[in-house]
């Protein structure tokens, strides 16, 4: 069983900074990606950021240079830097980690965390 769970949300003022943190538990290898979701009521659920493990860092065109992925390998867990934050930034952020279960096996589960609230007040 693999459980994903973010923290960080909360209320924040236009500008502002906020440091979203996932951390990944259970039995399982290693985690080859991990990504950042967001989703606003009544919209689609839309992809913020991912990072691959020896690879580079991906962003939506909205958030890139404000944004910033890490994923520590060491420890199953990542986090997402986001600073300059804007209202339209308000959403519910999901982390997503994809999982290889067994060593050199190339089969991989992605998992989804239950969100985090972001609110971006002007």
């Known amino acids: 069983q693999v459980q994903v769970m973010e923290s960080g949300g909360g209320l924040v003022q236009v500008g502002g900074s906020l440091r979203l943190s996932c951390t990944v538990s259970?039995?399982?290898?290693?985690?080859?990606?991990m990504a950042w979701y967001r989703q606003v009521p009544g919209q689609q659920r839309e992809w913020v950021a991912s990072?691959?493990?020896?690879?580079?860092?991906n962003y939506e065109d909205s958030v890139r240079g404000r944004f910033t992925i890490f994923k520590d390998n060491a420890n199953n867990n990542g986090w997402l830097q986001m600073t300059s934050l804007k209202p339209e930034d308000t959403a519910v952020y999901y982390c997503?980690?994809?999982?290889?279960?067994?060593?050199?096996?190339?089969?991989?589960?992605?998992?989804w965390g239950q969100g985090t609230q972001v609110t971006v007040s002007s």
């Open positions: 997503q980690a994809e999982v290889r279960h067994r060593a050199f096996s190339g089969t991989t589960t992605k998992y």
């Open positions: 259970g039995t399982f290898s290693s985690i080859p990606a």
């Open positions: 990072r691959v493990s020896g690879g580079a860092s």
